[in-house]
C-alpha cells in the first residue's frame, strides 16, 4: 500500500532564506504527483503538479522536483517571505485510487 | 465563480445524531471526494464518486454516508456510528478521476465539525 512521507514535520527559518521540503513515496507506479499549500482552518491550494513523465515544475519562487526511481520529491522555496508560512502537502495519484496524502510539513518563516 | 462551496464552515454534533455536511462545486468535474484531517494529521479518504448515482468508499467510510444524484452535490452524512466525529473535514473535485497524469485536485475551504 502506498504511504507518503514527509520530512520535516515542521521548519523555522528567517525571511531569505532558501529552503527545502521533502517527500518520499513507497511505490514509484505513480499518475502524478502534487503539492499544496494550507493555511489554518483553510482548504488545500495547489502550488504545483508534476505529471510522472517529468522530472519538476516551477512556479515562480517555487520549484518541485521528482525523482520516481527513488521515490522523492523536493519542494524548493526561494528567498523565503513570511507570507510562506503555511504547512504544505504533498500526494501522489495512483490508478484507479484517490490522491495520497502525506502528513505535511508546517513552515514558519520569521521577518 | 468557479469553485466548490462547503457549508456550514462549523458544525456541532450531539450525542447520537446525524449531521450532513454539504458540497456544491460549479466547475463540471466528475469526480468529487471527501477527505478527513485531524491535528497533525494528512487527509485521509472516506468516500469519492467518479460518476452520478456511483460511489466508492475510501480508507475509513465506517460511520460516514454519502450520495450523489446530482453531479454538482456530493453530501456527506456522518452517522451516530461515526464515534470520533470531530475533525476538519474536506471536499474536492477533480475533471474525471480517471487518471489523467495532469489532473489537479480542488478543494473546498472545509467544515469543522464538533461534538457538544
Known amino acids: 500500500k502506498q504511504e507518503v512521507t514527509q520530512i520535516p514535520a515542521a521548519l523555522s527559518v528567517p525571511e531569505g532564506e532558501n529552503l527545502v521540503l521533502n517527500c518520499s513515496f513507497t511505490d514509484s507506479a505513480i499518475y502524478n504527483l502534487q503539492w499544496f499549500r494550507q493555511d489554518p482552518g483553510k482548504g488545500l491550494t495547489s502550488l504545483l503538479l508534476?505529471?510522472?513523465?517529468?522530472r519538476e515544475q516551477t512556479s515562480g519562487r517555487l520549484n518541485a522536483s521528482l525523482d520516481k526511481s527513488s521515490g522523492r520529491s523536493t519542494l524548493y522555496i526561494a528567498a523565503s517571505q513570511p507570507g510562506d508560512s503555511a504547512t504544505y502537502l504533498c500526494?501522489?495519484?495512483?490508478?484507479?485510487?484517490?490522491?495520497?496524502f502525506g502528513k505535511g510539513t508546517t513552515l514558519s518563516v520569521s521577518s | 465563480d468557479g469553485g466548490i462551496t462547503q457549508s456550514p464552515k462549523y458544525l456541532f454534533r450531539k450525542e447520537g445524531q446525524n449531521v450532513t455536511l454539504s458540497c456544491e462545486q460549479n466547475l463540471n468535474h466528475d469526480a468529487m471526494y471527501w477527505y478527513r484531517q485531524d491535528p497533525g494529521q494528512g487527509l485521509r479518504l472516506i468516500y469519492y464518486?467518479?460518476?452520478?448515482?456511483?460511489?466508492q468508499k475510501g480508507d475509513i467510510a465506517e460511520g460516514y454516508s454519502v450520495s450523489r444524484e446530482k453531479k454538482e452535490s456530493f453530501p456527506l452524512t456522518v452517522t451516530s456510528a461515526q464515534k470520533n466525529p470531530t475533525a476538519f473535514y474536506l471536499c474536492a473535485s477533480s475533471i474525471s478521476g480517471q487518471g489523467r497524469t495532469n489532473e489537479k485536485l480542488f478543494f473546498g475551504s472545509g467544515t469543522q465539525l464538533s461534538v457538544l
Open positions: 464518486s467518479q460518476i452520478v448515482n456511483d460511489f
Open positions: 508534476i505529471q510522472s513523465s517529468q
Open positions: 500526494a501522489v495519484k495512483e490508478a484507479g485510487t484517490a490522491l495520497i
